[in-house]
């Protein structure tokens, strides 16, 4: 008798192992809630702890998906902790904590920080909000200090949306010696990102553990080799990335990207104030898309208002380490492939990023 779909599923499941416990994944209960349609779409929950490799979820949903009939697969990935705890009765009246109530169990301590002499001056670069060109900043400040003779290495932080690998030309697996992950290079830069691990359209549907696991696999486990710099590339906000971060090693300081409205300012302050919190220093501040040069005049035209990394600079005490000009050429260098600092060093965007970098590197 032929085997079910739901069969041929368990099956491909089985010869699935998870390094760390030499067991497949589905006679180690890490697979559970598997769930079927008619139309071949499969949906499953897998149990990764932080000491689990982020790519096994990568190797369960490509298993499935080669099973005959399975037209779409979602795996949500889930830590220990998010599983549900047995019922309690519920209390007859429910009560609102107030201030001074002790805690019902102790803290758990924060992880010590773990230097890692090798990897030179530890660099956040940040944002408050996305589409502020964050990521594009952090590439070319990365090439620009290459050119200008430094060890650089540039790690992607950024878990829920990893564009290093576009933005810089190159994305396949980096090959692994000695269980060592060999970090990937373009011009001149060493480069680590979750993009390389998983597929292009695969959601990173994770939470604190794994992120945290993740970004302390990117410092351990890849051979850096001696670098005078690692710029880290950090999402979005003031989530578990940027803490993560702060607790796995000794971050020497952090810059704040914004552009100039205030909607933009607001959240680079919360950003800049979380590392301010956790014993970050804040560099400095660069401005970015801060004006258009009309192609008529060449005078600059304010798209987007004026004055407001200069703002918040002011408030944190910083430099604003620079006002970068808004530039066709830089967001298609991005989806091209070339830092901007590469293709044109001569225009007005590039030379802005490359003083920008020449003062980090005095940092």
């Known amino acids: 008798m032929p085997a079910s779909f739901s069969e041929r599923i368990e099956d491909a499941l089985s010869k699935v192992v998870n390094p760390r416990t030499r067991a497949d994944v589905l006679s180690g209960a890490q697979v559970r809630d598997i769930a079927t349609s008619t139309e071949g779409r499969v949906r499953l929950t897998l149990i990764l702890t932080a000491a689990d490799d982020a790519t096994l979820a990568r190797d369960v949903r490509q298993a499935v998906e080669r099973v005959d009939g399975v037209t779409d697969v979602r795996v949500d990935v889930k830590d220990p902790s998010e599983l549900p705890k047995p019922s309690a009765p519920a209390p007859k009246r429910a009560a609102l904590p107030v201030m001074d109530q002790k805690p019902a169990a ?14 030179g001056k530890v660099i956040a670069v940040s944002s408050g909000k996305g589409g502020v060109g964050k990521s594009t900043v952090t590439v070319n400040l990365a090439v620009a200090l290459a050119k200008l003779g430094k060890r650089v290495g540039l790690m992607d932080a950024d878990i829920y949306g990893p564009n290093i690998p576009r933005m810089m030309g190159v994305n396949e697996p980096p090959p ?6 060999q970090p990937l290079e373009a011009f001149g830069v060493k480069l680590i990102s979750l993009g390389f691990l998983i597929e292009r359209d695969q959601p990173a549907i994770w939470r604190g553990p794994i992120v945290m696991k993740i970004i302390t696999q990117f410092l351990r486990d890849v051979q850096w080799g001696q670098l005078d710099y690692l710029l880290v590339d950090m999402p979005p906000g003031t989530g578990d990335a940027q803490l993560s971060l702060v607790q796995a090693t000794q ?6 990207v914004t552009t100039p409205q205030e909607v933009a300012v607001g959240d680079a302050l919360r950003g800049a104030k979380m590392f301010e919190r956790v014993g970050v220093p804040v560099i400095g501040v660069v401005e970015n898309m801060s004006y258009f040069e009309s192609p008529e005049t060449g005078k600059p035209i304010a798209l987007f208002g004026t004055g407001g990394g200069k703002r918040l600079a002011d408030e944190l005490g910083v430099k604003l380490l620079g006002e970068v000009p808004l530039y066709p050429p830089v967001m298609e260098g991005g989806d091209a492939g070339r830092p901007i600092v590469e293709a044109d060093p001569k225009c007005s965007a590039a030379r802005k990023l490359t003083e920008i970098a020449a003062q980090l590197a005095s940092f």
């Open 176 to 181: 692994v010696d000695n269980e060592k992950i």
């Open 106 to 119: 102790p803290r758990v301590a924060a992880p010590t920080p773990i230097a890692y002499p090798n990897l």
């Open 251 to 256: 971050v020497s300081g952090a810059i704040i």
